[in-house]
Protein backbone atom coordinates (compact mmCIF):
# COMPACT_ATOMS: atom_id res chain seq x y z
CA UNK A 1 0.00 0.00 0.00
CA UNK A 2 1.14 3.89 -0.53
CA UNK A 3 1.19 6.24 1.79
CA UNK A 4 -2.06 7.42 0.98
CA UNK A 5 -4.01 3.90 1.52
CA UNK A 6 -4.25 3.33 -2.17
CA UNK A 7 -2.48 0.39 -4.16
CA UNK A 8 0.16 1.14 -6.11
CA UNK A 9 -0.33 1.99 -10.25
CA UNK A 10 1.55 -0.60 -12.29
CA UNK A 11 1.03 2.19 -14.79
CA UNK A 12 4.81 1.58 -16.72
CA UNK A 13 4.37 -2.22 -17.26
CA UNK A 14 0.42 -2.57 -18.12
CA UNK A 15 1.12 -0.02 -20.50
CA UNK A 16 4.15 -1.03 -22.36
CA UNK A 17 3.57 -4.54 -21.96
CA UNK A 18 7.06 -5.42 -21.94
CA UNK A 19 8.47 -8.90 -20.75
CA UNK A 20 12.24 -7.32 -19.46
CA UNK A 21 13.78 -10.54 -19.78
CA UNK A 22 12.26 -11.43 -23.27
CA UNK A 23 12.01 -7.90 -24.49
CA UNK A 24 8.34 -9.36 -26.01
CA UNK A 25 5.06 -8.31 -25.46
CA UNK A 26 3.46 -9.95 -22.32
CA UNK A 27 0.94 -12.53 -23.94
CA UNK A 28 -0.99 -12.13 -20.51
CA UNK A 29 -1.72 -8.36 -20.97
CA UNK A 30 -4.92 -7.43 -22.91
CA UNK A 31 -4.76 -4.49 -25.16
CA UNK A 32 -5.33 -1.27 -24.06
CA UNK A 33 -7.80 1.12 -25.53
CA UNK A 34 -7.77 5.03 -26.04
CA UNK A 35 -10.85 5.59 -23.55
CA UNK A 36 -8.92 3.64 -20.93
CA UNK A 37 -5.16 5.72 -21.43
CA UNK A 38 -4.12 9.41 -20.99
CA UNK A 39 -2.84 11.37 -23.77
CA UNK A 40 0.73 11.00 -21.37
CA UNK A 41 0.45 6.95 -20.84
CA UNK A 42 0.08 6.70 -24.84
CA UNK A 43 3.21 9.21 -25.38
CA UNK A 44 5.12 6.74 -22.83
CA UNK A 45 3.96 3.41 -24.62
CA UNK A 46 4.89 5.81 -27.96
CA UNK A 47 8.45 6.54 -26.57
CA UNK A 48 9.38 2.79 -25.22
CA UNK A 49 8.37 1.32 -28.72
CA UNK A 50 10.64 4.32 -30.67
CA UNK A 51 13.32 2.76 -28.54
CA UNK A 52 12.48 -0.71 -28.73
CA UNK A 53 12.29 -0.93 -32.94
CA UNK A 54 12.42 1.91 -35.67
CA UNK A 55 11.73 -0.59 -38.49
CA UNK A 56 8.82 -2.40 -36.94
CA UNK A 57 6.90 0.65 -35.03
CA UNK A 58 3.32 0.19 -36.42
CA UNK A 59 3.23 -3.58 -35.98
CA UNK A 60 4.32 -3.24 -32.40
CA UNK A 61 1.58 -0.62 -31.78
CA UNK A 62 -0.96 -2.80 -32.53
CA UNK A 63 0.59 -5.79 -31.17
CA UNK A 64 0.18 -3.77 -27.74
CA UNK A 65 -3.20 -2.71 -28.05
CA UNK A 66 -2.62 0.92 -29.82
CA UNK A 67 -4.87 1.88 -32.44
CA UNK A 68 -3.10 3.46 -34.90
CA UNK A 69 -6.55 5.19 -37.20
CA UNK A 70 -7.09 6.74 -33.17
CA UNK A 71 -4.71 6.70 -30.18
CA UNK A 72 -1.85 8.89 -32.13
CA UNK A 73 -3.93 12.12 -32.22
CA UNK A 74 -1.42 14.50 -30.14
CA UNK A 75 1.10 12.76 -29.58
CA UNK A 76 4.88 13.07 -30.50
CA UNK A 77 6.04 10.86 -33.28
CA UNK A 78 8.83 12.89 -34.59
CA UNK A 79 11.49 10.84 -36.64
CA UNK A 80 9.34 7.86 -36.80
CA UNK A 81 9.60 5.69 -39.49
CA UNK A 82 6.23 4.63 -40.75
CA UNK A 83 7.28 3.88 -44.36
CA UNK A 84 5.06 2.31 -45.45
CA UNK A 85 2.09 3.25 -43.78
CA UNK A 86 -1.83 2.33 -44.21
CA UNK A 87 -3.55 5.06 -42.23
CA UNK A 88 -6.22 5.60 -44.37
CA UNK A 89 -8.88 7.78 -42.53
CA UNK A 90 -6.52 8.22 -39.16
CA UNK A 91 -7.24 10.59 -37.20
CA UNK A 92 -3.80 12.50 -36.71
CA UNK A 93 -4.74 15.69 -35.50
CA UNK A 94 -2.34 17.96 -33.98
CA UNK A 95 0.72 15.09 -34.41
CA UNK A 96 4.12 15.85 -34.68
CA UNK A 97 5.56 14.17 -36.79
CA UNK A 98 8.67 16.27 -38.05
CA UNK A 99 11.27 14.92 -39.75
CA UNK A 100 9.35 11.59 -39.65
CA UNK A 101 9.28 8.94 -42.84
CA UNK A 102 6.21 8.84 -44.01
CA UNK A 103 7.47 7.90 -47.83
CA UNK A 104 4.70 5.67 -49.68
CA UNK A 105 2.10 6.04 -47.03
CA UNK A 106 -1.58 5.57 -47.29
CA UNK A 107 -2.88 8.76 -45.93
CA UNK A 108 -6.13 9.19 -47.77
CA UNK A 109 -8.97 10.45 -46.16
CA UNK A 110 -6.74 11.24 -43.13
CA UNK A 111 -6.63 13.70 -40.40
CA UNK A 112 -3.77 15.68 -40.70
CA UNK A 113 -5.19 18.85 -39.15
CA UNK A 114 -2.31 21.41 -37.03
CA UNK A 115 0.07 18.46 -37.55
CA UNK A 116 3.66 19.45 -37.45
CA UNK A 117 5.13 17.54 -40.63
CA UNK A 118 8.47 20.07 -40.83
CA UNK A 119 11.35 18.23 -42.61
CA UNK A 120 8.80 15.07 -43.17
CA UNK A 121 9.42 12.97 -46.20
CA UNK A 122 5.95 12.72 -47.86
CA UNK A 123 7.41 11.43 -50.96
CA UNK A 124 5.13 9.03 -53.24
CA UNK A 125 2.30 8.92 -50.42
CA UNK A 126 -1.48 8.98 -51.00
CA UNK A 127 -3.12 11.86 -49.01
CA UNK A 128 -6.28 12.20 -51.39
CA UNK A 129 -8.86 13.45 -49.80
CA UNK A 130 -6.47 14.84 -46.60
CA UNK A 131 -7.24 17.40 -44.58
CA UNK A 132 -3.94 18.86 -43.96
CA UNK A 133 -6.13 22.53 -42.71
CA UNK A 134 -3.20 24.53 -40.27
CA UNK A 135 -0.79 21.54 -40.92
CA UNK A 136 2.96 22.84 -40.95
CA UNK A 137 4.51 21.43 -44.13
CA UNK A 138 7.93 23.35 -43.63
CA UNK A 139 10.56 21.85 -45.91
CA UNK A 140 8.79 18.54 -45.97
CA UNK A 141 9.42 16.30 -49.32
CA UNK A 142 5.96 15.97 -50.75
CA UNK A 143 7.70 14.63 -54.07
CA UNK A 144 4.75 13.07 -56.27
CA UNK A 145 2.67 12.65 -53.28
CA UNK A 146 -0.71 12.33 -54.22
CA UNK A 147 -2.86 15.30 -53.02
CA UNK A 148 -6.20 15.03 -54.81
CA UNK A 149 -8.97 16.58 -53.32
CA UNK A 150 -6.70 17.55 -50.46
CA UNK A 151 -7.14 20.49 -48.07
CA UNK A 152 -4.42 22.51 -47.61
CA UNK A 153 -5.99 25.91 -46.50
CA UNK A 154 -3.91 27.91 -44.52
CA UNK A 155 -0.97 24.83 -44.76
CA UNK A 156 2.31 26.00 -44.65
CA UNK A 157 4.55 24.89 -47.21
CA UNK A 158 7.59 26.95 -47.19
CA UNK A 159 10.31 25.38 -48.75
CA UNK A 160 8.40 22.54 -49.25
CA UNK A 161 8.99 19.94 -52.13
CA UNK A 162 5.94 19.54 -54.31
CA UNK A 163 7.71 18.37 -57.47
CA UNK A 164 5.65 15.86 -59.10
CA UNK A 165 2.42 16.37 -57.07
CA UNK A 166 -0.84 15.72 -57.57
CA UNK A 167 -3.09 18.78 -56.90
CA UNK A 168 -6.12 17.80 -58.77
CA UNK A 169 -9.51 19.04 -56.91
CA UNK A 170 -6.95 20.87 -53.82
CA UNK A 171 -8.42 23.40 -51.62
CA UNK A 172 -5.56 26.00 -51.71
CA UNK A 173 -7.37 29.20 -50.02
CA UNK A 174 -4.99 30.61 -47.47
CA UNK A 175 -1.97 28.18 -48.57
CA UNK A 176 1.71 29.48 -47.40
CA UNK A 177 4.73 29.66 -49.68
CA UNK A 178 7.75 31.17 -50.28
CA UNK A 179 10.56 31.89 -53.00
CA UNK A 180 11.60 28.21 -51.46
CA UNK A 181 8.22 26.00 -52.31
CA UNK A 182 9.11 23.98 -55.21
CA UNK A 183 5.87 23.87 -57.44
CA UNK A 184 5.32 22.31 -61.18
CA UNK A 185 3.68 24.53 -63.24
CA UNK A 186 1.69 26.29 -62.92
CA UNK A 187 0.85 26.13 -59.63
CA UNK A 188 2.77 28.91 -57.70
CA UNK A 189 0.46 31.00 -60.34
CA UNK A 190 -2.75 29.44 -59.43
CA UNK A 191 -2.05 29.85 -55.90
CA UNK A 192 -0.97 33.53 -55.84
CA UNK A 193 -3.71 34.52 -58.05
CA UNK A 194 -6.46 32.23 -55.68
CA UNK A 195 -4.90 34.10 -52.42
CA UNK A 196 -5.40 37.57 -54.11
CA UNK A 197 -1.29 38.56 -54.77
CA UNK A 198 -0.48 40.69 -57.59
CA UNK A 199 0.80 38.61 -60.45
CA UNK A 200 1.35 40.52 -63.98
CA UNK A 201 2.16 37.03 -65.48
CA UNK A 202 -1.23 35.25 -66.29
CA UNK A 203 -0.06 33.00 -68.75
CA UNK A 204 -1.29 29.34 -68.44
CA UNK A 205 -1.29 28.02 -71.58
CA UNK A 206 -1.35 24.41 -71.61
CA UNK A 207 -1.98 24.16 -67.98
CA UNK A 208 -3.44 21.16 -66.17
CA UNK A 209 -6.21 22.46 -63.71
CA UNK A 210 -7.86 19.35 -63.89
CA UNK A 211 -10.31 19.79 -60.94
CA UNK A 212 -8.94 22.67 -59.44
CA UNK A 213 -11.06 24.52 -56.97
CA UNK A 214 -10.75 27.86 -58.15
CA UNK A 215 -14.00 29.84 -57.13
CA UNK A 216 -13.95 33.61 -57.10
CA UNK A 217 -10.44 33.59 -58.32
CA UNK A 218 -9.28 36.76 -60.18
CA UNK A 219 -8.43 35.57 -63.84
CA UNK A 220 -8.75 38.70 -65.88
CA UNK A 221 -7.46 38.87 -69.15
CA UNK A 222 -5.91 35.34 -68.17
CA UNK A 223 -3.68 33.28 -71.10
CA UNK A 224 -5.25 29.95 -70.56
CA UNK A 225 -5.32 28.65 -74.45
CA UNK A 226 -5.32 24.78 -74.76
CA UNK A 227 -5.34 24.36 -70.69
CA UNK A 228 -7.23 21.39 -69.08
CA UNK A 229 -10.02 22.62 -67.17
CA UNK A 230 -11.84 19.80 -66.90
CA UNK A 231 -14.13 19.11 -63.92
CA UNK A 232 -12.61 22.35 -62.43
CA UNK A 233 -14.35 24.67 -60.29
CA UNK A 234 -14.33 28.44 -61.44
CA UNK A 235 -17.68 29.52 -59.79
CA UNK A 236 -17.89 33.44 -59.69
CA UNK A 237 -14.17 33.72 -61.17
CA UNK A 238 -13.48 36.32 -62.82
CA UNK A 239 -12.51 35.78 -66.67
CA UNK A 240 -13.04 38.75 -68.43
CA UNK A 241 -11.24 39.03 -71.47
CA UNK A 242 -9.54 35.71 -70.69
CA UNK A 243 -8.18 33.42 -74.09
CA UNK A 244 -9.30 29.78 -73.32
CA UNK A 245 -9.42 28.87 -76.65
CA UNK A 246 -8.99 25.40 -77.39
CA UNK A 247 -9.62 24.71 -73.53
CA UNK A 248 -10.78 21.52 -72.23
CA UNK A 249 -13.63 23.16 -70.41
CA UNK A 250 -15.67 19.54 -69.83
CA UNK A 251 -18.22 18.82 -67.05
CA UNK A 252 -16.59 22.48 -65.67
CA UNK A 253 -18.17 24.54 -63.38
CA UNK A 254 -18.65 28.67 -64.07
CA UNK A 255 -21.91 29.43 -62.27
CA UNK A 256 -22.02 33.20 -62.10
CA UNK A 257 -18.79 33.54 -63.81
CA UNK A 258 -17.51 36.95 -65.62
CA UNK A 259 -16.83 35.74 -68.98
CA UNK A 260 -17.38 38.74 -70.75
CA UNK A 261 -15.26 39.24 -74.25
CA UNK A 262 -13.61 36.40 -73.37
CA UNK A 263 -12.12 34.05 -76.05
CA UNK A 264 -13.79 30.56 -75.98
CA UNK A 265 -13.60 30.02 -79.49
CA UNK A 266 -13.59 26.11 -80.76
CA UNK A 267 -12.81 25.48 -76.46
CA UNK A 268 -14.71 22.08 -75.35
CA UNK A 269 -18.07 22.63 -73.19
CA UNK A 270 -19.47 19.46 -73.47
CA UNK A 271 -21.62 19.47 -69.89
CA UNK A 272 -20.42 22.70 -68.71
CA UNK A 273 -22.34 24.70 -66.49
CA UNK A 274 -22.67 28.50 -67.43
CA UNK A 275 -25.77 29.10 -65.45
CA UNK A 276 -26.02 32.62 -64.26
CA UNK A 277 -22.85 33.30 -66.31
CA UNK A 278 -22.23 37.00 -67.77
CA UNK A 279 -21.08 35.77 -71.76
CA UNK A 280 -22.01 39.14 -73.01
CA UNK A 281 -19.56 39.70 -76.13
CA UNK A 282 -17.71 35.97 -75.61
CA UNK A 283 -16.54 34.67 -78.50
CA UNK A 284 -17.73 30.80 -78.57
CA UNK A 285 -17.17 30.14 -82.31
CA UNK A 286 -17.16 26.42 -83.23
CA UNK A 287 -17.28 26.22 -79.69
CA UNK A 288 -18.63 22.26 -78.29
CA UNK A 289 -21.49 22.87 -76.21
CA UNK A 290 -23.03 18.62 -76.12
CA UNK A 291 -24.02 17.01 -73.49
CA UNK A 292 -26.64 18.86 -72.05
CA UNK A 293 -24.87 22.08 -71.16
CA UNK A 294 -26.56 24.73 -68.76
CA UNK A 295 -26.48 28.13 -69.55
CA UNK A 296 -29.82 29.28 -67.96
CA UNK A 297 -30.18 32.74 -66.90
CA UNK A 298 -26.85 33.54 -68.31
CA UNK A 299 -26.18 36.80 -70.73
CA UNK A 300 -24.94 35.87 -74.31
CA UNK A 301 -25.75 39.44 -75.33
CA UNK A 302 -24.04 40.03 -78.50
CA UNK A 303 -22.20 36.54 -78.15
CA UNK A 304 -20.44 34.98 -80.81
CA UNK A 305 -21.80 31.10 -81.46
CA UNK A 306 -21.23 30.92 -85.08
CA UNK A 307 -20.57 27.21 -86.40
CA UNK A 308 -20.96 26.05 -82.08
CA UNK A 309 -22.55 22.92 -81.71
CA UNK A 310 -25.44 22.89 -78.92
CA UNK A 311 -26.87 19.84 -78.33
CA UNK A 312 -29.74 19.66 -75.46
CA UNK A 313 -28.25 23.06 -74.14
CA UNK A 314 -30.83 24.51 -71.40
CA UNK A 315 -31.00 28.50 -72.24
CA UNK A 316 -34.35 28.52 -70.08
CA UNK A 317 -34.64 32.57 -69.30
CA UNK A 318 -31.40 33.04 -71.19
CA UNK A 319 -30.47 36.61 -72.69
CA UNK A 320 -29.43 35.92 -76.34
CA UNK A 321 -30.17 39.65 -77.82
CA UNK A 322 -27.77 40.24 -80.79
CA UNK A 323 -26.37 37.00 -80.41
CA UNK A 324 -24.55 35.37 -83.86
CA UNK A 325 -25.67 31.73 -84.53
CA UNK A 326 -25.04 31.66 -87.82
CA UNK A 327 -24.35 27.87 -89.15
CA UNK A 328 -24.40 26.77 -85.37
CA UNK A 329 -26.30 23.17 -85.05
CA UNK A 330 -29.13 23.87 -82.53
CA UNK A 331 -30.47 20.42 -81.18
CA UNK A 332 -32.78 20.08 -78.48
CA UNK A 333 -32.77 23.18 -76.81
CA UNK A 334 -34.48 24.62 -74.05
CA UNK A 335 -35.48 28.31 -74.61
CA UNK A 336 -38.32 28.69 -71.84
CA UNK A 337 -38.40 32.67 -71.11
CA UNK A 338 -35.33 33.08 -73.34
CA UNK A 339 -34.67 36.59 -75.06
CA UNK A 340 -33.58 35.99 -78.56
CA UNK A 341 -34.29 39.70 -79.64
CA UNK A 342 -32.25 40.28 -83.24
CA UNK A 343 -30.22 37.10 -82.62
CA UNK A 344 -28.83 35.82 -86.09
CA UNK A 345 -30.14 32.18 -87.07
CA UNK A 346 -29.12 32.93 -90.56
CA UNK A 347 -28.14 28.85 -92.10
CA UNK A 348 -28.49 27.73 -88.27
CA UNK A 349 -29.42 23.97 -88.43
CA UNK A 350 -32.22 23.06 -86.41
CA UNK A 351 -33.87 20.12 -85.48
CA UNK A 352 -37.50 18.36 -86.14
CA UNK A 353 -40.46 19.27 -84.49
CA UNK A 354 -38.62 21.56 -81.01
CA UNK A 355 -40.85 24.20 -78.79
CA UNK A 356 -40.00 27.63 -79.63
CA UNK A 357 -43.00 29.16 -78.54
CA UNK A 358 -44.49 31.78 -76.35
CA UNK A 359 -40.42 33.45 -76.65
CA UNK A 360 -39.24 36.91 -78.14
CA UNK A 361 -37.72 37.09 -81.49
CA UNK A 362 -38.51 40.25 -82.27
CA UNK A 363 -36.27 41.33 -85.53
CA UNK A 364 -34.26 37.79 -85.26
CA UNK A 365 -32.81 36.61 -88.82
CA UNK A 366 -33.74 33.28 -90.21
CA UNK A 367 -32.86 33.63 -93.57
CA UNK A 368 -32.08 30.68 -95.13
CA UNK A 369 -32.82 28.00 -92.95
CA UNK A 370 -34.69 24.86 -92.71
CA UNK A 371 -37.32 24.47 -90.16
CA UNK A 372 -39.47 20.91 -89.81
CA UNK A 373 -42.40 20.83 -87.45
CA UNK A 374 -41.14 23.92 -84.69
CA UNK A 375 -43.45 25.46 -82.79
CA UNK A 376 -43.24 29.04 -83.07
CA UNK A 377 -47.10 29.12 -81.28
CA UNK A 378 -47.44 32.28 -79.28
CA UNK A 379 -43.78 33.63 -79.80
CA UNK A 380 -42.85 37.00 -80.97
CA UNK A 381 -41.47 37.61 -84.59
CA UNK A 382 -42.09 40.63 -85.29
CA UNK A 383 -39.97 42.86 -87.99
CA UNK A 384 -38.22 38.90 -88.09
CA UNK A 385 -36.14 38.20 -91.22
CA UNK A 386 -37.05 34.43 -92.79
CA UNK A 387 -35.95 35.69 -96.47
CA UNK A 388 -36.02 32.14 -98.50
CA UNK A 389 -36.26 29.92 -95.71
CA UNK A 390 -37.68 26.42 -96.08
CA UNK A 391 -40.60 26.32 -93.71
CA UNK A 392 -42.49 22.73 -93.23
CA UNK A 393 -45.44 22.02 -91.33
CA UNK A 394 -44.11 24.99 -88.78
CA UNK A 395 -46.75 26.16 -86.29
CA UNK A 396 -46.65 29.81 -86.45
CA UNK A 397 -50.49 29.86 -85.17
CA UNK A 398 -50.98 33.12 -82.77
CA UNK A 399 -47.26 34.21 -83.34
CA UNK A 400 -46.48 38.25 -83.88
CA UNK A 401 -45.08 38.24 -87.42
CA UNK A 402 -46.00 42.25 -88.25
CA UNK A 403 -43.83 43.64 -90.15
CA UNK A 404 -41.93 40.44 -90.72
CA UNK A 405 -39.61 39.73 -93.57
CA UNK A 406 -41.33 36.48 -95.39
CA UNK A 407 -40.10 36.99 -99.12
CA UNK A 408 -39.30 33.65 -101.24
CA UNK A 409 -40.58 31.82 -98.04
CA UNK A 410 -41.61 28.13 -98.64
CA UNK A 411 -44.36 27.50 -96.63
CA UNK A 412 -45.61 24.15 -96.74
CA UNK A 413 -48.15 23.12 -94.35
CA UNK A 414 -47.39 25.96 -92.02
CA UNK A 415 -50.12 26.77 -89.50
CA UNK A 416 -50.67 30.28 -89.94
CA UNK A 417 -54.66 30.39 -87.88
CA UNK A 418 -54.46 33.55 -85.45
CA UNK A 419 -51.27 34.92 -86.74
CA UNK A 420 -50.70 38.52 -86.97
CA UNK A 421 -48.79 39.41 -90.56
CA UNK A 422 -49.95 43.10 -90.24
CA UNK A 423 -47.30 44.58 -92.39
CA UNK A 424 -45.04 41.51 -93.13
CA UNK A 425 -44.26 41.25 -96.60
CA UNK A 426 -44.66 37.68 -98.22
CA UNK A 427 -44.35 38.59 -102.10
CA UNK A 428 -42.74 35.41 -103.68
CA UNK A 429 -43.89 33.56 -100.83
CA UNK A 430 -45.09 29.60 -101.55
CA UNK A 431 -48.23 29.36 -99.64
CA UNK A 432 -49.58 26.45 -100.93
CA UNK A 433 -51.07 24.32 -98.38
CA UNK A 434 -51.28 26.53 -95.54
CA UNK A 435 -53.95 27.59 -93.30
CA UNK A 436 -54.94 30.83 -93.30
CA UNK A 437 -58.19 30.57 -91.04
CA UNK A 438 -57.79 33.35 -88.96
CA UNK A 439 -54.81 35.29 -90.07
CA UNK A 440 -54.51 39.18 -89.31
CA UNK A 441 -53.12 40.98 -92.29
CA UNK A 442 -53.73 44.81 -93.08
CA UNK A 443 -53.06 47.05 -96.21
CA UNK A 444 -49.55 47.33 -95.52
CA UNK A 445 -49.21 43.60 -95.76
CA UNK A 446 -47.34 42.69 -98.91
CA UNK A 447 -48.92 39.63 -100.40
CA UNK A 448 -49.33 38.60 -104.17
CA UNK A 449 -53.15 39.26 -104.99
CA UNK A 450 -54.64 36.09 -105.63
CA UNK A 451 -53.55 35.00 -101.87
CA UNK A 452 -54.60 37.91 -100.92
CA UNK A 453 -57.83 36.84 -102.39
CA UNK A 454 -57.66 33.61 -100.79
CA UNK A 455 -57.36 34.97 -97.20
CA UNK A 456 -60.45 37.03 -97.72
CA UNK A 457 -62.22 33.79 -98.60
CA UNK A 458 -61.02 32.36 -95.95
CA UNK A 459 -62.18 34.90 -93.46
CA UNK A 460 -65.06 35.44 -95.31
CA UNK A 461 -64.32 38.68 -96.38
CA UNK A 462 -66.17 40.45 -99.22
CA UNK A 463 -64.59 40.60 -102.58
CA UNK A 464 -65.24 40.77 -105.87
CA UNK A 465 -62.61 39.89 -107.47
CA UNK A 466 -62.92 36.27 -108.03
CA UNK A 467 -59.99 34.93 -109.98
CA UNK A 468 -58.15 32.19 -109.06
CA UNK A 469 -57.17 30.79 -112.20
CA UNK A 470 -53.80 29.66 -112.44
CA UNK A 471 -53.20 29.58 -108.45
CA UNK A 472 -51.85 26.27 -106.56
CA UNK A 473 -54.85 25.56 -104.05
CA UNK A 474 -53.64 21.96 -103.25
CA UNK A 475 -54.74 20.43 -99.83
CA UNK A 476 -56.92 23.68 -98.84
CA UNK A 477 -59.98 23.04 -97.01
CA UNK A 478 -62.78 24.83 -98.82
CA UNK A 479 -65.51 23.90 -96.44
CA UNK A 480 -68.37 26.43 -95.81
CA UNK A 481 -66.58 28.69 -98.31
CA UNK A 482 -68.71 31.19 -100.60
CA UNK A 483 -66.82 30.49 -104.23
CA UNK A 484 -69.73 31.73 -106.43
CA UNK A 485 -68.39 32.76 -109.47
CA UNK A 486 -64.78 32.18 -108.71
CA UNK A 487 -62.60 31.91 -111.67
CA UNK A 488 -60.25 28.08 -111.69
CA UNK A 489 -59.21 27.65 -114.83
CA UNK A 490 -55.96 25.75 -114.47
CA UNK A 491 -55.96 26.02 -110.95
CA UNK A 492 -54.35 23.17 -108.84
CA UNK A 493 -56.97 22.11 -106.43
CA UNK A 494 -55.42 17.94 -105.88
CA UNK A 495 -55.80 16.60 -102.25
CA UNK A 496 -58.33 19.86 -101.74
CA UNK A 497 -61.53 19.91 -100.02
Given at each position: MSDSGQPPRRRRRRNSAFDDESNHPDQSTQPQHQGQLTRTERQEIVDLLRQESADNFLKRAREIGLNPATDFAELNLSGVNLSPASLQGADLT?????????SNAELNNANLSQTNLQQTDLS?????????NNANLQQANLQKVNLSHANLSYTNLKGANLRGADLQGVILQGTIIDA?????????????????QVTEDLDLRNANLNQAKLTNANLQQANLQRSNLSSVDLSGANLKEANLSNANLYHAKLTNANLQQANLQQSNLSSVDLSGANLKEANLSNADLTGNPNLSQANLQQADLSNAYLNGANLTDATLEDANLQHARLHNLKLQGAKCDRANFQNARFPQEDDF??????????????????DFSHSDLSHANFEQAYLVQVNFSNANLQQANLQKVYLGLANLSHTNLKGANLQGAELSEVRLEGTIIDAQTQLDPTWRKIWAIFNHQVTEDLDLSNANLSSQDFQGMNLAGANLQ????????
Open positions: GVNLSQANLNANLNNANLQTQLDHPWRKILAIFNNSHISFKGANFANVSLYKLSTRLSKSI
